[in-house]
């Protein structure tokens, strides 16, 4: 069964501080899918990334970067030199690939506030 | 750039009413999909749709749901007879292909509250 995992719940930072946001998976497939989304105050859903279990390069994306590794079923989330803009909910979700579905089985979220 | 639309993107019923939530997904996206959110939770996959059928549904999609894409561009999901429990955001998302094509798309939501 799939299970995704984020174990903060809220973080709170000041300004320009760095943060990583952890996220544990849990799936027996071998082909797989991870992501990352952001809901902010207004409600909607903010595609981020999306990685695919074969390819276990870490990204960076200005001052996004992910970690993905397999050993430990983890794929984590930092935000480097951090704004205000960057508060939100941030849910890491896993699809597994076939049966025609590719449901996303998301994390149970996690509130990132950074303050001036 | 292509968005997915939900309207209306407030609804307020009554128990026992039915409600029609409605969703234009990306033009070319082939997979559709409900999701929904009480409060503070975390999102929950609802239904999938693909090839003008329902291709994997959760346990939350009872009797009560269903889902239909009457004229090739909308989407719908039915609620027939809502619940106090079914108050929630519902986010319709759609994607090209599979996971292995490209990523799901999400619309803004439907914030359904019943009383």
């Known amino acids: 069964a799939q299970k995704v995992t984020q174990a903060q719940t809220e973080i709170s930072v000041v300004e320009k501080e760095d943060v990583t946001l952890d996220c544990v998976y849990e799936?027996?497939?071998?082909?797989?899918?991870l992501f990352w989304y952001k809901q902010p105050p207004s409600g909607e859903l903010v595609f981020l990334i999306r990685?695919?279990?074969?390819?276990?390069q870490n990204e960076i994306s200005g001052r996004y970067s992910w970690n993905f590794q397999k050993s430990t079923s983890s794929f984590n989330f930092t935000i480097t030199a951090s704004q205000v803009v960057d508060s939100a909910v941030y849910f890491c979700?896993?699809?597994?690939?076939?049966?025609?579905?590719?449901?996303?089985?998301f994390g149970k979220g996690m509130k990132l506030t950074v303050n001036p | 750039e292509p968005e997915v639309t939900q309207t209306p993107s407030h609804q307020v019923t009554q128990m026992g009413q039915e409600v029609i939530l409605r969703c234009v997904p990306i033009?070319?996206?082939?997979?559709f999909y409900w999701y929904r959110q009480i409060l503070g939770q975390k999102v929950e996959f609802l239904v999938s749709?693909?090839?003008?059928?329902?291709?994997?549904k959760s346990e939350i999609f009872d009797d009560q749901f269903s889902v239909e894409r009457p004229d090739g561009s909308n989407f719908t999901l039915k609620i027939r007879s809502t619940k106090l429990e079914d108050s929630a955001m519902y986010f319709c998302?759609?994607?090209?292909?599979?996971?292995?094509?490209?990523?799901?798309?999400f619309g803004p939501g439907t914030r359904l509250t019943v009383t």
């Open positions: 033009s070319n996206h082939l997979y």
């Open positions: 979700a896993l699809s597994e690939e076939g049966g025609g579905s590719e449901k996303l089985v």
């Open positions: 990685r695919n279990s074969f390819d276990e």
């Open positions: 749709f693909y090839n003008n059928e329902i291709s994997e």
């Open positions: 799936t027996r497939d071998t082909t797989y899918y």
């Open positions: 998302a759609s994607s090209e292909g599979s996971s292995v094509e490209g990523e799901q798309y």
